[in-house]
């Protein structure tokens, strides 16, 4: 299958071909006319600790959290997009959100707000509605240990390696079997 990577086949195949192809296109054009373009990797899920005292309600809980903390990149001038699925874990994660987030990095720099030391907005904010927020780091060494990849038009290798990262939100293990699964920002 055309939509299929080392992560989708390690875990159960691809559950959505057609959004892997809308998710491929997306990186290219975020590469395009983004100027400095990163790529983020988060997970959102229950504060262990917190989520029953603090109300937390699951993909309720994680869609809200999303939906502010673009609001807060936005209202800091920086121009970003995501692309997002839900999955459920037997495991400790439970009911969790995988979020590719795609953030111009020329005008201002993201970490102002996707900072996760215990003083940093994100993880506080978070923290207050019982989540927990997770930064996924690329593994390839071509991303020099940065916490995010950057996506230069001139480094298709580092667009390539995206495009299979990304696949992550479409593998078929730990899908829900109702409900909403996909969920990405209208606007680049």
Same mark, same amino acid.
């Given at each position: 299958?055309? $939509?299929?990577?080392? @992560?989708?086949?390690?875990?159960?195949?691809?559950?959505?071909?057609?959004?892997?192809?809308?998710?491929? =296109?997306?990186? /290219?054009?975020?590469?395009?006319? *983004?100027? #400095?373009?990163?790529?983020?990797?988060?997970?959102?899920?229950?504060?262990?600790?917190?989520?029953?005292?603090?109300?937390?309600?699951? *993909? +309720?809980?994680? =869609?809200a959290l999303l939906k502010?903390?673009?609001?807060? %990149?936005?209202?800091?001038?920086?121009?970003?997009?995501?692309?997002?699925?839900?999955? @459920?874990?037997?495991?400790?994660?439970? /009911?969790?959100?995988? !979020?590719?987030?795609?953030?111009?990095?020329? !005008?201002?720099?993201?970490?102002? !707000?996707?900072?996760?030391?215990?003083?940093?907005?994100?993880?506080? $904010?978070?923290?207050?509605?019982?989540?927990?927020?997770?930064?996924?780091?690329?593994? /390839?060494?071509?991303? #020099?240990?940065?916490? $995010?990849? #950057?996506?230069?038009?001139?480094?298709?290798?580092? @667009? %390539?390696?995206?495009? !299979?990262?990304?696949?992550?939100?479409?593998?078929? +293990?730990?899908?829900?079997? *109702?409900?909403? @699964?996909?969920?990405? #920002?209208r606007t680049l």
């Amino acid at each position: 299958m055309k $939509y299929e990577t080392v @992560i989708t086949r390690r875990n159960g195949g691809n559950h959505n071909p057609p959004a892997t192809k809308k998710a491929w =296109k997306w990186l /290219d054009v975020c590469s395009k006319e *983004y100027r #400095s373009p990163r790529l983020y990797h988060l997970v959102f899920c229950a504060y262990k600790e917190l989520a029953a005292y603090m109300g937390y309600q699951g *993909y +309720r809980t994680n =869609k809200a959290l999303l939906k502010d903390l673009m609001q807060r %990149l936005r209202r800091k001038g920086i121009r970003c997009s995501y692309r997002a699925c839900r999955e @459920i874990d037997e495991g400790p994660k439970g /009911d969790h959100l995988h !979020v590719f987030l795609c953030c111009e990095a020329a !005008v201002a720099n993201p970490a102002q !707000v996707l900072n996760l030391t215990t003083d940093g907005w994100l993880y506080r $904010y978070a923290k207050d509605v019982g989540a927990y927020v997770h930064l996924n780091e690329p593994k /390839d060494p071509m991303h #020099s240990g940065q916490r $995010y990849m #950057s996506l230069p038009p001139s480094k298709p290798e580092k @667009i %390539l390696d995206a495009k !299979v990262w990304i696949t992550y939100l479409f593998k078929r +293990r730990t899908k829900p079997d *109702y409900g909403e @699964i996909y969920t990405s #920002s209208r606007t680049l």
